[in-house]
């Protein structure tokens, strides 16, 4: 279909109806359903970081093995990435809050199970495997359901400061739940189980406080029609079809793993303490915490066409820097340069995806968008290490800049470079 052809930018959906939560309340911070909402899933979200790192580090001290630590995460990010899909699908056809609270209350069981196999004796890897791909696709379903819950929340002049602050817990989450998780281990190797499951359950409680308006019928839908309508949704737009290919480029070039894996490589290359590189690795997280941050107003007072170009545009920069600098220390700088983009970049793409997807596509539209960012990260995984083999940090962060770089040409299609602000676009 022809660009032309996409839905155009525009929305028809009302401001939320008087008398429901998102009507009663003047300011987010006022807003308790929405403030509980948050607080439950930066709950859940660090739960899950946490044990996702202890699933490695569990496999790795019982089997000796770093193969199979390595593809606990793979299989984890597979299933994540899958699920997406159908968590999409599921979020437009049932309630969204009751699906939340029933995926915290899988892993809550799960995780306590677990917890108990641990304590009795020596886990297999197939269940420690098992229970992590179980885990990985209940977080798989609930990443575009939580992502479309948002919009029943609030108001729709809120968005953006709801996405925002959604992007705060999700890379505060980020940045604390693998230390947790890994310290917790540290002391005993059920704890960091334990604890999450215990996350779940404060999560569920929060999740009991949240009011939904009621939501008009969605219309059914064959399974297989209704999961592909996000796809097709999102690669006719205009605006939203460039820009996804620009995230997917991006976070093959740039995401945690892959560079991370880079820096590792490199700093060991170059003679770097453990410590020293461990303080570098977070030095560069802080980035993307620092992002969340300033998100919003940055949002608020830069033209949108300018954030996606500038933003996109830095990363092939960085990464040549990431090329040519000495040491160890100031890659970390350069990386948290990268990663203070990603939020602010995300917080602006989820709230035109927001305002521009009619509310009975919403889920499968994230889902869509979900899958389709994650789908290329393994791949630039894999260069990461292949490349490193061969040719060294150099080459690897060439590759890197090469694909940084492609991923800044669809910012420059006429439906990114014509942006229309936020406000200006009803939801």
């Not at 909402?37 to 739960?47: G, N, P, Y």
């Not at 190797?189 to 999560?203: D, K, N, T």
Request: charged fraction near 10%; include cysteine; charge should be positive.
């Amino acid at each position: 279909m022809a660009i032309d052809d996409a839905p155009p930018i525009t929305g028809t959906a009302a401001e939320p109806v008087a008398g429901s939560p998102a009507a009663e309340r003047g300011s987010l911070l006022r807003n308790r359903s929405w403030q509980a909402f948050w607080v439950a899933e930066t709950l859940a979200a660090v739960a899950e970081q946490s044990a996702d790192i202890a699933y490695p580090l569990l496999v790795l001290s019982t089997t000796g093995s770093a193969a199979y630590a390595g593809a606990v995460g793979s299989a984890q990010l597979l299933a994540t990435g899958v699920l997406s899909v159908v968590g999409g699908t599921l979020a437009d056809r049932f309630d969204r809050r009751r699906m939340l609270m029933l995926c915290n209350s899988v892993r809550a069981v799960l995780l306590g199970a677990f917890c108990w196999m641990i304590a009795v004796g020596t886990v297999p890897i197939a269940v420690t495997f098992a229970v992590a791909l179980l885990s990985a696709a209940c977080f798989g379903i609930t990443m575009p359901t939580q992502m479309a819950l948002i919009k029943q929340l609030v108001r729709p002049s809120q968005l953006t400061e709801a996405t925002a602050q959604n992007q705060i817990r999700w890379f505060g989450a980020i940045t604390a739940g693998p230390p947790v998780g890994g310290w917790l281990f540290g002391l005993a190797r059920a704890l960091p189980f334990v604890s999450s499951a215990v996350a779940f359950v404060v999560s569920n409680l929060l999740l009991m406080l949240v009011k939904v308006p009621p939501a008009e019928k969605r219309a059914a839908t064959s399974a297989g029609r209704g999961t592909m309508e996000g796809f097709r949704y999102l690669f006719r737009h205009p605006v939203l079809r460039p820009l996804m290919i620009s995230i997917t480029l991006s976070n093959m070039a740039f995401n945690t793993t892959g560079i991370f894996l880079a820096v590792i490589a490199t700093a060991k290359d170059r003679g770097a303490s453990d410590g020293f590189t461990g303080i570098t690795l977070a030095l560069a997280g802080a980035g993307g915490l620092l992002g969340s941050l300033v998100a919003g107003g940055v949002i608020r007072r830069t033209p949108p066409s300018l954030v996606f170009m500038v933003g996109y545009g830095i990363g092939p920069i960085a990464a040549m820097a990431l090329a040519v600098v000495p040491g160890v220390a100031p890659l970390g700088v350069i990386i948290a340069c990268v990663f203070v983009r990603g939020p602010i970049i995300s917080a602006l793409f989820l709230t035109y995806a927001a305002k521009l997807v009619p509310d009975d596509i919403q889920g499968r539209v994230l889902g869509a968008i979900v899958f389709t960012s994650m789908v290329a990260s393994p791949i630039g995984v894999l260069a990461v290490g292949a490349i490193f083999e061969t040719g060294g940090s150099f080459w690897v962060f060439v590759m890197v800049a090469v694909v940084a770089a492609l991923g800044t040409l669809p910012t420059f299609t006429r439906g990114v470079r014509t942006l229309r602000p936020l406000d200006e676009i009803t939801s």
